[in-house]
């Protein structure tokens, strides 16, 4: 038997091309890195501070800089619970974001309620001719979207088209089953008064037409909102002022607070909001007209970036007729507390508790 010979050193490390390659030192304590605690919470912070912002940039799609801004956007308190610096810094970021993408110089309004102002709204029923002049000096002042497709349109204000009509004596013995007049009368088809259900979806050649009354409905800014209660995150709530806002970066779309309202109000951006550069108005509040985005509630709130600078609202500057008023309720020479203590006033479903502070009134 024929001892097996020892192979020489370099054919058995031909062989073994996986084995670890020593050290280069044989003292364990030179192999180790040593790093002290302030260098490993820098470096840890250093790499947080990457990932989050390429994570960032991942997810918008866009560069660095812009990238940046939105996580920022993202991760800022509800507005409420801003201190005057955070919020001054998110005016900032938000007004250098609108500029770059507009166009133009965009302003960020963040001043607050007035002390000793609770706004109300007042709007005279008959002098109102269904001219929609508010809803599209709404549409241009409030930056909301208006797109063609389903989705891209938004309109804060609905202008119900009811007709009048009154009980038919000829029809008195047209009933269902016929000539029983049991079931169902004959006058139960054809408009009698004036009444709620109406159209308002309609493109009349002049207006007023005949035999028809028009009654606007808008956000009635409820002292005891519903909407406010059902928000699970709070991003909508009531002014000391009276409007009821929200805060955008904290919607989350659930809706609750649109099958909360009874007065079909607010109204969701389900696709990319549609709003041209051209069109898009510059000056804006922060809890106000600001540029919304998708999947987020908005709706009326009495133009903030207007009426807390002491000017009236687009609808009420742009009706024909002047049959919207606003003011202040705490103030008795003002136009809406004028009307309330002198003519005949009434609150849309105010069964239901909600005590709007937008009035209906006639002479």
């Not at 965009?106 to 607050?112: E, K």
């Not at 099958?259 to 041209?276: E, K, Q, S």
Request: glycine letters at 8%; one cysteine or more.
């Amino acid at each position: 038997m024929t001892p097996k010979e020892t192979p020489p050193a370099g054919t058995a490390m031909e062989q073994s091309p996986g084995c670890p390659v020593p050290p280069a030192s044989a003292d364990p304590a030179k192999a180790v890195l040593k790093t002290s605690r302030r260098g490993f919470l820098k470096s840890s912070g250093l790499l947080s501070l990457s990932s989050l912002m390429g994570t960032a940039a991942l997810m918008t799609q866009s560069d660095e800089a812009k990238a940046a801004v939105e996580w920022a956007e993202h991760f800022q308190k509800n507005y409420r619970l801003m201190t005057p610096e955070e919020k001054a810094e998110a005016r900032a970021r938000l007004e250098r974001r609108y500029s770059a993408e507009y166009g133009k110089a965009v302003t960020v309004d963040t001043t607050d309620a007035q002390p000793g102002v609770l706004m109300g709204y007042a709007l005279n029923i008959r002098k109102c001719i269904g001219c929609r002049r508010c809803v599209k000096a709404c549409v241009a002042e409030n930056n909301q979207t208006r797109g063609e497709r389903p989705g891209e349109r938004i309109e804060w204000i609905q202008v119900l088209r009811m007709e009048r009509g009154e009980f038919s004596k000829d029809k008195m013995d047209h009933g269902y089953p016929e000539g029983l007049g049991i079931q169902v009368g004959g006058n139960a088809y054809t408009p009698a008064g004036q009444v709620l259900e109406g159209q308002y979806h309609y493109e009349p050649e002049a207006v007023p037409e005949k035999d028809a009354t028009y009654m606007p409905i808008a956000c009635m800014q409820c002292e005891k909102p519903p909407c406010v209660k059902v928000c699970p995150v709070r991003t909508t709530y009531r002014e000391p002022d009276g409007p009821v806002v929200i805060d955008y970066n904290w919607c989350i779309g659930c809706r609750m607070c649109m099958g909360a309202c009874p007065y079909w109000a607010r109204r969701i951006n389900v696709a990319n909001p549609v709003l041209p550069k051209e069109d898009m108005n510059p000056v804006t509040h922060y809890l106000g007209n600001r540029p919304r985005m998708r999947g987020v509630v908005e709706k009326c709130h009495w133009c903030l970036q207007r009426s807390r600078h002491g000017r009236y609202p687009a609808c009420v500057e742009v009706c024909p007729v002047g049959a919207r008023k606003f003011g202040n309720l705490l103030d008795p020479e003002s136009e809406v507390s004028l009307i309330l203590a002198r003519k005949n006033v009434f609150r849309l479903k105010a069964e239901l508790n909600t005590f709007p502070k937008f009035f209906y009134f006639y002479d």
